[in-house]
């Protein structure tokens, strides 16, 4: 029987205490009982002692004392009190509120009712009273050293009847806190104030008591306590409850008892249970079969319901893939949703799931699947490898759509998944190179732009010296660019500088090296890509954009902004679920047709055009990264936490680079959204889509509207930028570049607010921009009358869009 | 009344068996076996409680609501342990801690296979919970839908405040007086000494005990501490208590 106790030790302190009281014959069937109790022979010697002291009479029942003996092992065990020291300290902190709100029937002292005799009630108060304990009184003496209290209650620490004792306290002066320092402090204090003090000493010997006005006097756990003069209202409510039953012997423990609202409480046992320290939930028994701590965890009901949960979600995930077995997809997602529904997060259901999705080209569906089954089960075999294979496919989605960034990210993230997929392994080796080409290209890029970027930060008047000089250059280059346009065979019409159309742009370029080579950069791309499909260049041009906004559309996803719906932006942010795919690629043919067109065009317009566009983009962008920031952070938890593990902290890095760009592009536009204060969901469809047109045309045609233009070519610069940012993660020449976008960018942030000729200025002077301000007439002087069609209609474009945007 | 499940073998009502009538009619023997059964379906009930994660207050309802049950059967015409499993499941609903019949049927299922899987959710499940709501349906009409008790426990945890502040501080927090009087009033319900007692006497009867265990001495005045706490009590009112629960635990030994 006593084979559990083995291992626990038995409060001797207790045990002696209990001998003490029941004596002799209980120790001998303690012996009796607990013979096989090492712990008990262990202190078996301390106890003989005991006995001998015993007072006992030897009226106890011996069946009680049977039964101490036999449970002896149980009684004693140190582990079997569960309240704590901590519990108890609280407790007293508690007691001013209970007064308040009554939790529980708050009784007089026991004392009262049994009648206890004078002597023994004072022997008690002064063995139990201690420091620190409050008592209330009254007035009933002040003298020029202190006052005297009459005590009349307990009021915390300690709960006894003290009313008929006869007790008196002294509070000397020293103990009074003083108001002002000319005053004397006992003035305040008049015979027969109600006082609630604190124990300061208690002379045990002499049976005096002083007390203390001082907060500092106070026990640790009665320090909120307010001492001084209070209100007869304010006595300690066991105190009236007292002087009730003194008064009326017919107010029993009981009437009191039933007559407290606290009795009523429907959760007065849990509230006092928690007050003594008892567990529910763990509860004592001195039952040796339902000691808690034999119960199994598996066995309790949560534990069991979970397994239950599992076993039968697995059950619809076998039907599901006999389904799927089959081709009735339908049926085999039906199945796993509703393993899903039955246990959340289900693993097999998830992996199963996931590849459903995969099959049905849901990618992102299936990706987020796989994560998620990772996240709880980071060794799933089948999860690592369809996860593995998912991201190399998306990665080769996202790599036609020239998003080489992401997908390098991607195959990287397949590749910690499963080192040794050969796929993934030629796909980034792949991918790398293709990205070292465009650095390459880039960093040309960013040189330049550095250059032209601390010259450009020196001071304000030095900038808008800079800046008069670019757009009087610009308008010379204007003038050849806008003819450019019709120039891709032959036209050297009446462009003043030009020779031949490829000579002219070359000219202007080398006029102003600077923003050429930004030019030249664009197409140099763009030669480069011409023998992809347009829309693959344009993603290209808008590739770091796209990135972005892609992540932006994730974490947007959720909680769908109102305006994501209404902006061709986010659509173009790639294809996340397969709807969306769809819609994006019949924009985007819509859109390719157009440039094509405009291709024909010249290549020159080209760059224009796309520019534009992307400063379009951009510029929703700025303002979509503002509301975007905080949900990115939170997607980048998310990411961290979705399982990803390794490749997290890759794809974290390079989200938190592009997030810089985004940042400080953001910053740049800033001054651009507060002026463009767009609310309504229709007025901003209708802006996005004319100025998604916008660019097209404007990019052939010099500005017709100027204003309009100038808005979009403010930005451009940033757009350029960013792009420059593009690769920002590829290397240590990002630093650089990131630096120059920051400086070029001071130099328009001085100038946003400005009017659209100062921020035109500025659009200049990062970007080889040859339109703007230029009269109409001039260019249309200049151009073939074939295009003065087109520029007519544009020209009613931007009315509509000029009084859209106004709004 | 009489469910459609298998395992509910339903008789119909037989003549109301009160508890000191049983144990005169039964014969010593056979009150001595149902006194067994009802304490090992007790400790089913006590234990199924802890796994469910419920409190005191509606396990001691589930161990009424069973005692009282078979206050007025026979023990031989119902399963007790269905019983049980339905007293458990009204328990909840009465002391508004709800459980759900899935979980009750899990851990019981547990309770008899020890270490076996756990139960399908086929067939066999539904018929087990249609079986567990057709019998709370049979106590219900059975106890007459007098299905809320008034416990020990409120009492004794007042109890124990009060006397709590005639011991010195010290002494009353090195001895576990709270734990075993809980622990005590909990173990009463393996017994139908749980209705045969008042409440207030049950709940003096443990704190008796457990200050009685620990030597614990409290001021004497003119009246004894519990003659404050419940006029009506006597001496042997307690002793009658304590003797029942010391029966108890002498079952215990015998039982298991």
Partial sequence: ????????????????????????????????????????????????????????????????????????????????????????????????????????????????????????????????????????????????????????????????????????????????????????????????????????????????????????????????????????????????????????????????????????????????????????????????????????????????????????????????????????????????????????????????????????????????????????????????????????????????????????????????????????????????????????????????????????????????????????????????????????????????????????????????????????RGSKRHRRISSKESSSRRSEEGKSKKDRKEKEEEVEWYPAPPNTSATFLNQKGGPRFGERDEGEAAENDAEDKRISQLYSLSAASEDEESDSSQTERKRRDGKESRTGERKNSQREERGSRSGERKSSERGREDNGKERRGSDSKRRSSVGENRRRTVSCSSAESAYSRTSHFNPEYSGNSASTSKSVESRVRHDAPKRNSFDGGRYENRGREEVEEAKGEKDSRKGEDENVPGSGRKSEGAGNHTRPSSLTSVPEGSVKKDLPTNLLDIFNQIAQFKKGKGGGQRK | MEGPSPSLAVLRDRPVWPAAGRRQSGGEAETDRDMKKHFRVCRFIMETGVKLGMRSVPVATACVLYHRFFQRARLQAYEPYLVAMSCVYLAGKVEEQHTRTRDIINVSHRYFNSGSVTLECDKEFWDLRDSVVQCELLILRQLNFHVSFEHPHKYLLHYLMSVKSLVNRHAWSRTPVAETSWALLRDCYHGAMCIRHTPQHIAIATLHLALDSYGVELPVGDREWWQVLCVDVTKADIDAVISDLLQLYDMEAKCI
């Avoid at chain 1, 120039?487 to 030009?498: E, K, L, Q």
């Fill in chain 1, 1 to 520: 029987m006593d084979s559990q106790s083995r291992g626990i030790r038995m409060d001797r302190d207790l045990l002696r205490q209990c001998l003490t009281y029941h004596g002799e014959s209980l120790f001998n069937k303690l012996k009796c009982e607990q013979i096989e109790n090492p712990d008990f022979q262990a202190v078996v010697s301390d106890l003989c002692k005991a006995t001998c002291e015993s007072k006992s009479d030897g009226q106890d029942s011996p069946l009680v004392e049977q039964f101490i003996a036999r449970k002896a092992d149980i009684l004693f065990c140190p582990t079997w009190k569960t309240a704590t020291h901590k519990e108890e300290e609280e407790e007293q902190q508690e007691e001013e509120e209970e007064d308040a709100a009554e939790p529980y029937a708050i009784m007089p002292p026991m004392e009262i009712f049994m009648e206890v005799s004078y002597e023994e009630r004072r022997t008690m108060l002064y063995r139990d009273l201690e420091k620190g304990d409050i008592l209330v009184g009254r007035i009933n003496n002040i003298r020029e050293y202190g006052f005297f209290l009459t005590l009349l209650c307990t009021a915390g620490g300690l709960r006894r009847d003290i009313e008929d004792l006869e007790l008196s306290a002294l509070c000397h002066i020293r103990e009074v806190p003083s108001t002002g320092s000319h005053d004397d402090p006992l003035s305040y204090y008049q015979i027969g104030d109600f006082i609630r003090a604190a124990v300061k000493d208690i002379d045990r010997y002499q049976e005096k008591i002083t007390v203390s006005l001082q907060q500092a006097a106070l026990s640790p756990g009665l320090e909120h306590i307010k001492l001084g003069v209070f209100p007869r209202e304010a006595l300690p409510i066991h105190y009236s409850r007292s002087l009730r039953a003194a008064a009326d012997s017919r107010e029993t423990y009981e009437c009191i008892l039933k007559s407290c609202h606290g009795y009523h409480n429907p959760s007065v046992v849990e509230y006092l249970l928690e007050k003594v320290g008892v567990s529910d939930t763990q509860p004592p028994s001195m039952m040796r079969g339902l000691q808690s701590k034999l119960f199994h965890e598996e066995d309790f009901a949560s534990a069991i319901r979970k397994r239950q949960s599992a076993s039968w979600a697995l059950k619809c995930v076998r039907a599901g893939v006999d389904h799927f077995k089959h081709g009735r997809h339908v049926e085999a997602m039906n199945e796993y949703n509703k393993a899903l529904d039955i246990d959340t997060n289900n693993v097999e259901a998830l992996v199963a799931r996931g590849a459903l999705y995969a099959n049905k080209g849901s990618i992102m569906k299936a990706i987020t699947d796989f994560e998620l089954a990772l996240e709880n089960c980071p060794d799933h075999r089948n999860a690592n490898k369809y996860l593995c294979q998912t991201l190399v496919e998306r990665g080769k989605q996202l790599e036609e759509q020239e998003k080489l960034v992401t997908a390098e990210g991607l195959y990287r993230k397949a590749l910690s998944l499963d080192e040794s997929n050969p796929e993934a392994q030629e796909a980034l080796h792949k991918i790398t190179e293709t990205i070292q080409v465009s650095i390459r290209l880039r960093e040309e890029a960013v040189a330049k732009e550095q250059e032209k970027a601390t010259s450009s930060q020196t001071s304000a008047e030095k900038l808008r010296k800079i800046l008069k000089e670019e757009k009087r250059m610009k308008k010379k280059r204007k003038r050849s660019a806008s003819s450019n346009p019709s120039s891709t065979a032959s036209s050297r019409d009446s462009s003043p500088s030009s020779s031949s159309s490829s000579s002219s742009s070359e000219s202007s370029r080398r006029r102003s090296k600077k923003k050429n080579k930004r030019r030249k």
